[in-house]
């Protein structure tokens, strides 16, 4: 399957979820949605993937819903009146974890904008826990600030802290302590769906970013690498 850019018809398919947001619309538009969505973007995970080899022979870059394409369905417990997605996600993970819980390369599109980001964008508990104990040791936590100031300087961005008091067992006196403050570690960078976007070079672009971004994607997998998931539930 070869990938030739996101297609304008598929934003102005996202378009019209927003003034239909049902799933009786979308099953009578499933023809669209199949050749529009789903087919370009598997067509995006497999070419990805294969870039992504070079940087982590690894990758899990599987083009499948609930793998690395994002089920277009919300959580139909809480999103009763709007079921449908009007965004597309798309994840390539690094490890055998979940995917979210993976250090990943990520990727999200809607008809104003596209999100390609590296890294976890929300720590799960036992995750956290292990983050504010493995940046206890100041050799690491130097190295995230400084692969973190690498980006800024770059044009990346990175999340705001997402606590305001100093969590219990870090000390706010050590270097560079505004990290324990933080609830994810990722950086990311938007545009908008361009022509760029609708053409194959997508994938250069995209790659370029994963390519910047590899040093905080390979930090985060060695956090990773010290926690035992198996506590937290995934949703």
Request: net charge neutral.
């Amino acid at each position: 399957m070869h990938f030739t850019g996101f297609p304008k018809e598929g934003l102005d398919f996202l378009s019209k979820i927003i003034i239909n947001n049902s799933k009786e619309w979308l099953d009578a538009n499933r023809d669209e949605y199949e050749r529009y969505i789903v087919t370009p973007n598997k067509a995006y995970v497999e070419e990805m993937g294969e870039h992504l080899q070079i940087l982590v022979p690894t990758i899990n870059a599987i083009p499948n819903t609930n793998k690395s394409l994002f089920r277009i369905y919300r959580d139909a417990r809480f999103h009763l009146a709007d079921p449908i997605k009007t965004r597309i996600g798309i994840i390539l993970w690094q490890g055998g974890g979940h995917r979210m819980h993976s250090s990943s390369f990520y990727m999200h599109y809607d008809p104003q904008e596209v999100f390609v980001a590296t890294g976890i964008r929300n720590f799960k508990p036992t995750l956290l826990k292990t983050y504010r104990e493995y940046i206890q040791n100041e050799e690491r936590r130097t190295e995230l600030h400084s692969i973190l100031k690498d980006l800024k300087a770059k044009g990346y961005k990175i999340p705001e802290p997402k606590y305001k008091r100093m969590p219990r067992g870090c000390n706010a006196e050590d270097t560079h302590s505004y990290l324990y403050l933080q609830g994810a570690i990722y950086a990311y960078t938007t545009f908008p769906p361009d022509e760029i976007f609708h053409s194959e070079s997508i994938i250069d672009r995209n790659f370029k970013i994963y390519e910047d971004m590899f040093a905080l994607q390979q930090w985060v997998y060695e956090l990773t690498l010290h926690c035992d998931t198996t506590a937290d539930v995934f949703k």
